[in-house]
């Protein structure tokens, strides 16, 4: 209570008394530079509240129409939720401070109501803040999509359980009570992911939100995925859980699948390096959705042990998608703003020119991979399939979902090896990339919080849990091996980092006498007259797994041949149904 | 005395290393018509490589080091997981299933970062060849291990490894035995050490074997779950867990070498011990469900 309030003190006035200086026109710009101290605040006040376990509140303001005051909740879902989105975003606003000040507030305002949102018409507000906001700020949004989202919102807030007079009941709260039909279970699970896939749906377009400028898409990132996710973890994970898991996992698991297979491809192959970093927050927001669908067939079996795991994983994958991606796509602007180009054929030799750029792309490159934070994404929903009996149709479909999920962990050491190698290892491809400057200290600081908030979550044994456990009470109290991974793993990263210095300072000896390269690899050293190396026998990024698409182009063609052939038939029938009888 | 059980197992691991990757070396050679090597000439080069004059060669990269002793630490931290002879480890209820995985996974990719490191046109095929093989190899790799926890009943390595699926049926376990053999076939071989001499060499060259050596004897204790003491200290039944252990790791040596081809992999990712692999890991997970469906 004491959070909600102290949150709800510091949005409030701040928020009226910006928006109303911010009309004039003197003093916007100081305000606007001063406004990332408002979700600063509020991540603290989430990271306070979360670490001392104060995460019980409920608030009803009177604001709002006649009989529908704003109601205002604080849990653990939300204080989690709050801190994965204001961090980042703190960060975002003090790295450019915003061009329109004014919307900026409002964008601020509407996503802390999304996330404190107790009932429909709070959270009317907030999506209606947001989305109008954002159509100011970045021209990626639409006043269309924001119509939608409140066509959606009033669809969802019908469907929930009347007040026992028969009116309607907006709060949340109340959904819980009633046991759906499998039918209404389905249906509104599909609302709920429509609803969160119209607010995430910027995030499936990587060439868009790299072509932001001024950290736009990084200031998108940070406020998409968290509230999206948000959506479903408070309708799909918190209120309708125990009635509609079923129909979640029949929606949930294909649609994950399909968008974290779809956004790795992307990030795999995009010869752009801005582009590949862009699509790796859709990767780990559809990672997460796929978590969620293991948690809600689980739950559908009443297996509770890999349930809570798939929960867990579900929880930090939103976690990382809030930190990391806006700090991938705002260090790759970083980057390729100072080597000259986006291309990853263009890059390379950039860790020695930025190392500080390499190490923060390193860790952040971590939450991909099964490695620190990346530990509690992929491999703890993997973790989960791995404790799931298979029973009934789930003998048949459990193999399947340990199948995509082996792909999606098998692309992490593919995606963050081709990007980290080409990007930052080798000699320089350019003379612009070899005379890159690391970036200005501000910059570079900045993004450091974030990595070193992902750092921490990776690497200090017990702080995921804390972290995690508000929103997933069962999970301290559980068996004792979910408590062990997610002790061991972050143990394991630390040993294996401390042992991989030490042999490594072992193996380097000073006072090597130096040799030169007389053959490597079958190639001579590179002549004088080419300082940049032999185009002919340089790396291309479109070389590095071309086996890969050459090895599914049979499979493919023969689906497209198919494919052909039902549109075919289809068509032929169609004519066939259209054409006037014989005679 | 898990402290001192822990530490004998890890030695035990650490100097069965060169004399595998020996093994493994002679196997090869025997099978290609070569003069073998002595299984036992590695504890030499490699010690002659440690005490070598060290030499830097002119713009090669501390990259490859670094990765290579990632590497060899990652695999050094599964080793010490891993139960050869007791499963009375100071780490035995960290040894989950999902973590040694990852372990093995990150001591397996990170020296590729090394081929990368030369920014040469080979070391990026070679690297994105092992990379995309890793990819299409997953789904067989997961559901073999997915089967084998299912019968085992846990996820933790010691309990499946005593326990060892009592009462669970044969075919299942056959089937995912067959797909990790068919794997290793179609595997391509390990990474050569690019840009590494002295003991960056050493380091590299040791992370591949060790590596291979806890696959194998992960793959031992997942499939042939015998001959492990539980937590009663006995240096008699560590003695000869030890011997059944060094037997174990021949035997399955001995059948990988003599499964792998020839002659090296192709460019083609999707080969037919690929599918072959693929297709018995599905069958086996289908299999281990079949009382329950």
């Known amino acids: 209570m004491l959070a909600l309030g102290a949150v709800t003190l510091l949005f409030g006035p701040i928020m009226l008394g910006g928006a109303a200086l911010a009309l004039v026109a003197r003093l916007r710009r100081p305000i606007g530079a001063m406004l990332w101290l408002v979700p600063l605040a509020s991540a603290a006040v989430a990271l306070l509240a979360l670490l001392s376990g104060e995460t019980r509140g409920a608030l009803v303001l009177p604001l709002g129409l006649p009989g529908f005051p ?21 960060v975002i606003l003090r790295l450019s401070s915003p061009a329109r000040p004014a919307a900026s507030g409002v964008l601020v305002a509407g996503l802390h109501a999304i996330i404190l949102a107790g009932d429909a018409y709070a959270l009317l507000v907030g999506l209606a803040l947001t989305l109008a906001s954002l159509a100011r700020l970045a021209a990626i949004s639409r006043p269309r999509l924001a119509a939608i989202a ?20 907006p709060v949340f709260a109340a959904w819980r009570a009633p046991a759906l039909s499998p039918l209404a279970g389905l249906g509104l699970s599909a609302l709920v992911l429509a609803g969160a896939g119209l607010v995430a749906a910027p995030l499936f377009r990587p ?4 072509a932001c400028a001024n950290n736009e898409g990084a200031l998108l990132i940070a406020s998409l995925a968290p509230s999206a996710l948000y959506l479903v973890a408070r309708f799909l994970v918190d209120l309708l859980a125990p009635s509609a898991a079923g129909a979640t996992a029949a929606l949930a698991l294909p649609l994950g699948a399909a968008l974290a297979l779809g956004a790795a491809a992307r990030a795999a192959w995009a010869e752009d390096f801005l582009i590949a970093c862009a699509a790796l927050p859709g990767w780990l927001v559809g990672e997460s959705v796929f978590a969620l669908g293991i948690s809600a067939w689980a739950r559908h079996l009443d297996l509770a042990a890999p349930t809570r795991d798939a ?16 700090l991938w796509l705002a260090l790759a602007a970083v980057i390729t703003r100072e080597a000259g180009s986006r291309h990853l054929a263009r890059l390379g030799g950039l860790a020695w020119r930025m190392p500080k750029a390499a190490l923060l792309a390193g860790i952040a490159l971590t939450t991909v991979l099964p490695l620190g934070p990346g530990f509690f994404g992929a491999p703890l929903a993997l973790t989960a399939l791995l404790r799931a009996p298979g029973v009934g149709l789930g003998a048949v479909v459990l193999p399947m979902l340990v199948a995509v999920l082996g792909i999606l962990l098998a692309l992490a050491p593919f995606v963050a090896v081709r990007l980290f190698g080409l990007g930052f290892l080798g000699p320089p491809r350019t003379p612009r990339a070899s005379a890159a400057e690391p970036p200005r200290a501000p910059e570079a600081n900045l993004l450091t919080v974030l990595a070193a908030a992902l750092a921490l979550l990776g690497g200090v044994p017990g702080l995921g849990v804390a972290l995690i ?3 997933l009470p069962g999970l301290r109290g559980g068996d004792p091996e979910t408590a062990i991974l997610l002790v061991a793993a972050p143990l394991a990263t630390l040993i294996a980092i401390g042992l991989g210095v030490g042999l490594f300072l072992v193996a380097s000896r000073h006072g090597a006498r130096p040799v030169a390269t007389v053959w490597e690899e079958g190639y001579g050293p590179r002549p004088a007259w080419l300082p940049f190396g032999d185009p002919a026998t340089m790396i291309a990024p479109e070389i590095l797994g071309a086996e890969l698409p050459a090895s599914l182009a049979p499979a493919k063609a023969w689906l497209r041949h198919w494919l052909r052939r039902l549109d075919a038939a289809w068509r032929a029938a169609y004519e066939a149904f259209l054409a006037p009888p014989c005679g | 005395m898990r402290l ?53 060669v002119a713009e090669a990269s501390p990259i490859a080091a670094g990765a290579a002793a990632f590497s060899l630490a990652s695999a050094i931290l599964a080793a010490a997981l891993i139960p050869s002879f007791t499963t009375a480890l100071v780490g035995a209820p960290l040894a989950l299933l999902p973590l040694l995985i990852v372990l093995l996974v990150l001591a397996e990719t990170a020296p590729l970062l090394s081929h990368l490191a030369t920014g040469t046109m080979a070391g990026g095929i070679d690297a994105g060849r092992r990379l995309a093989f890793f990819v299409v190899a997953s789904p067989a790799l997961f559901l073999a291990l997915w089967a084998l926890a299912q019968l085992g009943g846990s996820i933790t390595l010691s309990v499946i490894a005593v326990q060892g699926g009592a009462g669970s049926p044969l075919l299942p376990h056959l089937l995912a035995m067959a797909a990790l053999l068919a794997l290793a076939r179609a595997a391509p071989s390990a990474a050569p050490s690019l840009g590494s001499h002295g003991r960056a060499r050493v380091l590299a060259l040791a992370a591949s074997a060790l590596t291979r050596l806890c696959a194998a004897s992960l793959f031992a204790a997942l499939s042939v779950p015998y001959g492990l003491s539980g937590d009663a200290p006995s240096p008699a039944a560590w003695g000869f867990g030890a011997l059944l252990w060094a037997g174990k790791i021949a035997f399955v040596t001995l059948v990988f070498g003599l499964v792998r081809g020839t002659r090296p992999a192709g460019a083609r990712l999707l080969t ?22």
């Not at chain 2, 069965?16 to 073998?36: H, K």
């Not at chain 2, 890991?281 to 329950?292: K, T």
């Open chain 1, 70 to 90: 704003l109601t205002l909740v604080w849990d653990g879902v939300s204080a989690l939720f709050l801190l994965a989105l204001t961090l980042p975003l703190a």
């Open chain 1, 469 to 471: 456990a508000p929103a």
């Open chain 1, 150 to 169: 409140l066509v959606w919102l009033l669809l969802l807030a019908a469907q929930a359980p009347p007040l026992p007079d028969g009116t309607p009941n």
């Open chain 2, 272 to 293: 037919a011990s690929l599918a072959t692999a693929t297709l018995c890991a599905f069958a086996a997970a289908l299999l281990s469900e079949a009382p329950r469906i």
């Open chain 1, 207 to 210: 060439a868009r939100l790299a």
């Open chain 2, 4 to 56: 001192i059980a822990t530490a004998l197992n890890l030695a035990l691991l650490l100097a069965a290393t060169p004399g595998f990757a020996g093994l493994l070396a002679s196997i090869a050679a025997w099978r290609a018509g070569r003069p073998a090597p002595s299984p036992l000439s590695p504890y030499r080069s490699w010690q002659a490589l440690w005490r070598a004059e060290p030499v830097v």
């Open chain 1, 311 to 326: 929960t867990a994983a579900f929880f930090f994958l939103a976690l990382l998608a809030a930190f990391a991606g806006p």
